[in-house]
């Protein structure tokens, strides 16, 4: 599998973005203040900044990313919303997503294709959350077969978590929603 590199992400995380990927009426379903939430494959942030300020301060969100320039990205943006104090940077390694626990919603958003080691991802993401735990996983449809989304699906199953496909959560996107067994 191949991350996709830093540089790339510019051509999708820019401000025409919110047109097609509105982060808040995505995520108001699953976190609500106080919740700890992850943002898995951060990348610059996009997502993690409305996380934060969905959680509120008395929520915690880790930004999870392989690569510290992505990080770096997405802590300027966080600080720059002024919610940095609620988000914990994390720098994942190859195997390990270094995601603390418990937490109760973690987004994946275009990136679980990039995993090599998609069983332990999702083992990961098992110890990581209790029974009642949601998990958004989206992958995107020009890069992605549907064939390919759906045997994530099957896999997130075999490793504690039940869910469906949706339609329409996320544009552009196959989208499937789990729950932590």
Same mark, same amino acid.
């Given at each position: 599998m191949r991350t996709c590199p830093w540089w790339f992400t510019w051509t999708f995380d820019n401000p025409l973005r919110r047109l097609v990927h509105d982060p808040h009426k995505m995520l108001e379903p699953y976190v609500v203040p106080g919740s700890r939430v992850a943002d898995i494959g951060c990348g610059m942030g996009f997502f993690t900044v409305a996380m934060a300020q969905l959680a509120g301060p008395a929520g915690l969100v880790q930004a999870v990313d392989l690569q510290p320039q992505q990080l770096r990205a997405a802590e300027k943006r966080c600080r720059?919303? *002024?919610?940095?104090d +609620?988000?914990?940077?994390?720098? #994942?390694? /190859? *195997?390990s997503l270094r995601l603390t626990g418990p937490v109760d919603f973690v987004l994946a958003f275009w990136m679980v294709?990039?995993? &090599?080691?998609? #069983? &332990?991802?999702?083992?990961?993401?098992? #110890? #990581? =959350?209790? /029974? *009642?735990? +949601?998990?958004?996983?989206?992958e995107p449809m020009f890069h992605v077969a549907l064939e390919t989304a759906e045997g994530e699906l099957d896999l997130? +199953?075999?490793? *504690?978590?039940?869910?469906?496909m949706r339609d329409g959560a996320a544009r552009f996107?196959? =989208?499937?929603?789990?729950e932590r067994m």
């Open positions: 720059r919303a *002024g919610v940095a +609620r988000v914990r940077f994390v720098e #994942a390694a /190859p *195997g294709h990039e995993v &090599g080691d998609q #069983a &332990g991802f999702f083992e990961q993401l098992r #110890a #990581a =959350t209790e /029974p *009642g735990a +949601r998990v958004l996983v989206a997130a +199953r075999r490793h *504690g978590f039940d869910g469906a996107s196959w =989208t499937f929603d789990l």
